[in-house]
């Protein structure tokens, strides 16, 4: 996705207004930030909050109302298999700098 003008003013309003309005913190630099920010406007009680979620959805070609972040896998899926092939049997998992660490 192209980060325009228009994206970047709609981006800056809108993270302004989920500021005030739900008390939720996004930065711009987040990796996540349009996905976090369309999520919370959909739990917005604003009108013209959620017409500016609807816009930046257009802008950035995602679906408004339905989680944009990853395709959904079934449980045969060969990118689960892999995964879970690595994983010790007995490990506990912790979160390092938005990886996971098997102990």
Same mark, same amino acid.
């Given at each position: 996705?192209?980060?325009?003008?228009?994206?970047?003013?709609?981006?800056?309003?809108? $993270?302004?207004?989920?500021?005030?309005?739900?008390?939720?913190?996004?930065?711009?630099?987040?990796?996540?930030?349009?996905?976090?920010?369309?999520?919370?406007?959909?739990?917005?009680?604003?009108?013209?909050?959620?017409?500016?979620?609807?816009?930046?959805?257009?802008?950035?070609? $995602?679906?408004?109302?339905?989680?944009?972040?990853?395709?959904?896998?079934?449980?045969?899926?060969?990118?689960?298999?892999?995964?879970?092939?690595?994983?010790?049997?007995?490990?506990?998992?912790?979160?390092?700098?938005?990886?996971?660490?098997?102990?």
């Amino acid at each position: 996705m192209e980060l325009n003008r228009e994206v970047l003013d709609c981006m800056m309003s809108l $993270r302004r207004r989920l500021r005030e309005e739900l008390t939720v913190d996004i930065r711009m630099s987040q990796p996540d930030a349009i996905n976090s920010m369309l999520s919370a406007c959909l739990t917005s009680s604003s009108e013209e909050t959620r017409q500016l979620g609807q816009l930046l959805a257009q802008y950035s070609d $995602r679906p408004f109302g339905e989680p944009a972040s990853t395709p959904r896998m079934q449980a045969g899926h060969p990118l689960l298999v892999e995964e879970n092939a690595h994983r010790p049997s007995s490990a506990s998992v912790r979160m390092y700098r938005g990886q996971r660490v098997y102990a």
